[in-house]
């Protein structure tokens, strides 16, 4: 896959819509002293390329299964990239990251009974082969969350 090129007027745009995705062609076409028909063409580039995408973000206290884990992973190196996918594909699963430390996966979700994450962490992800140990954090208390850096809600199913 090629590296996406993204010009000064593309980061400007985004930038733009970051600060209110509400706000029109026109308003944009104006601050950035182009036409609306190239703001209007390069928001639908930046969607097809997957580089944006609107959204409403609805409050955390709104989600049906309103209890937020962490799910940490010890896995194969030479595996882990393989591994993340699979975990990203689990249901309840909302985000899956590779990083580095103890553990090189850690994976988001929603819940709402116990139950349900014993069952994605310990008879789902633990079970995947070249996965050596999994541990969980249940959020408790949300002291801080900023919805437009990491945006928690139900994984929906693929859209055609």
């Given amino acids: 896959m090629s590296k996406l090129q993204l010009d000064e007027l593309d980061l400007q745009l985004i930038q733009a ?3 209110d995705a ?3 062609n026109r308003k944009i076409a104006t601050e950035l002293g182009v036409t609306e028909g190239t703001v209007r063409g390069r928001i639908k ?3 097809q390329d997957g ?4 959204t409403a973000i609805s409050s955390f206290e709104m989600a049906e299964k309103s209890r937020l884990a962490f799910i ?5 190196v030479e595996r882990v990239r393989d591994i993340a996918q699979e975990i990203g594909e689990l249901p309840l699963i909302n985000a899956v990251m590779i990083t580095m430390g103890q ?21 789902k992800i633990l ?13 408790v208390k949300t002291v ?6 990491a945006k928690i809600t139900h994984k929906q199913a693929d859209q055609d």
């Fill in 17 to 19: 819509l970051a600060q």
């Fill in 22 to 24: 509400r706000v029109s």
């Fill in 45 to 47: 580039r930046l969607q």
């Fill in 51 to 54: 580089l944006i995408a609107f």
């Fill in 72 to 76: 940490s992973a010890q896995a194969d």
């Fill in 103 to 123: 553990f090189n996966i850690l994976a988001m979700c929603l819940f709402h009974e116990l139950d349900d994450l014993v069952e994605i962490a310990s008879d």
């Fill in 127 to 139: 079970a995947l082969p070249g996965v050596h140990h999994v541990e969980t954090s249940i959020a």
């Fill in 144 to 149: 801080k969350y900023n919805a437009r850096m």
